[in-house]
T-cell receptor, first 118, second 116 residues
C-alpha cells in the first residue's frame, strides 16, 4: 500500500449510469490529482486540488465532475460517459508548499480504478 | 509548453545485461525531470529525480539516470537487469498550469521486458 487508496478497483458501467470513483490518502498531503491513463498515450492530468481548492480543470468534459470535501478525500463523479472514456483512472497526492513551489513534485499514486464503459 | 518523449514503446533485454530506457525533454528554463515505474495492477511509483547538481542521479532498485543538457535527454539506466524490473516506465518533466501551480507532464511510457 502506498498510502493512497482508490475504490472501486474495477467498474463497468453503461453510458446512462451515474457512478463515482473514490480516493483517500493518509499521508497528510495537501494536493490531490486525477489522471487518466490510456494505452500508448501520455498520462492526462484531469484535475488538481491544492489545499482543497480546485486549481486546474484541464479541459475535461463536464461528464466528469470532481469533488474534494477535505484534503484527504477526492471523488470523481461520472455521468453519461462514452466508450472512449474507458481507461485507468489514477489518483495521486503530493505535499506542496504554500506557494505551490515545493520543487519536489514527488507524487504518490493509488493503484487506479479500471473503468469500462459499455 | 513542456513535454517529454519516450521514443521506444518497448525495450527488451536479457537478465544480467545493462538496460537503457530513453527520454528526451523540451522545456524552457532549467528542467526538473523524473522517472516513475508502474508494475502490473499498480499505480506509478517514484524512482528518481533530477533537480540540479550531479548529472548522474541514483534512485531506487539500483536504477540511475543521466541528465544531458546538450542532448536534452534523461535516459534511465541499470547496469544489470532483473526479471523483476519488467514494468512500464514513465519519464516526466515539471510544467506549470495557467494558475502557476506546478504539475508533472508525463511521456507515453516504455514497457521494459527482461527475459530470463
Amino acid at each position: 500500500e502506498t498510502g493512497v487508496t482508490q475504490t472501486p478497483r474495477h467498474l463497468v458501467m453503461g453510458m446512462t449510469n451515474k457512478k463515482s470513483l473514490k480516493c483517500e490518502q493518509h499521508l497528510g498531503h495537501n494536493a490531490m490529482y486525477w489522471y487518466k491513463q490510456s494505452a500508448k498515450k501520455p498520462l492526462e492530468l484531469m484535475f488538481v486540488y491544492n489545499f482543497k481548492e480546485q486549481t486546474e480543470n484541464n479541459s475535461v468534459p463536464s461528464r466528469f465532475s470532481p469533488e474534494c470535501p477535505n484534503s484527504s478525500h477526492l471523488f470523481l463523479h461520472l455521468h453519461t460517459l462514452q466508450p472512449e472514456d474507458s481507461a485507468l483512472y489514477l489518483c495521486a497526492s503530493s505535499q506542496e508548499g504554500a506557494g505551490g513551489d515545493s520543487g519536489a513534485n514527488v507524487l504518490t499514486f493509488g493503484a487506479g480504478s479500471r473503468l469500462t464503459v459499455l | 509548453a513542456q513535454s517529454v518523449a519516450q521514443p521506444e514503446d518497448q525495450v527488451n533485454v536479457a537478465e544480467g545485461n545493462p538496460l537503457t530506457v530513453k527520454c528526451t525533454y523540451s522545456v524552457s528554463g532549467n528542467p526538473y525531470l523524473f522517472w516513475y515505474v508502474q508494475y502490473p495492477n499498480r499505480g506509478l511509483q517514484f524512482l528518481l529525480k533530477y533537480i540540479t547538481g550531479d548529472n548522474l542521479v541514483k534512485g531506487s532498485y539500483g536504477f540511475e539516470a543521466e541528465f544531458n543538457k546538450s542532448q536534452t535527454s534523461f535516459h534511465l539506466k541499470k547496469p544489470s537487469a532483473l526479471v523483476s524490473d519488467s514494468a512500464l516506465y514513465f519519464c516526466a518533466v515539471r510544467g506549470f498550469m495557467n494558475t502557476g501551480f506546478q504539475k508533472l507532464v508525463f511521456g507515453t511510457g516504455t514497457r521494459l521486458l527482461v527475459s530470463p
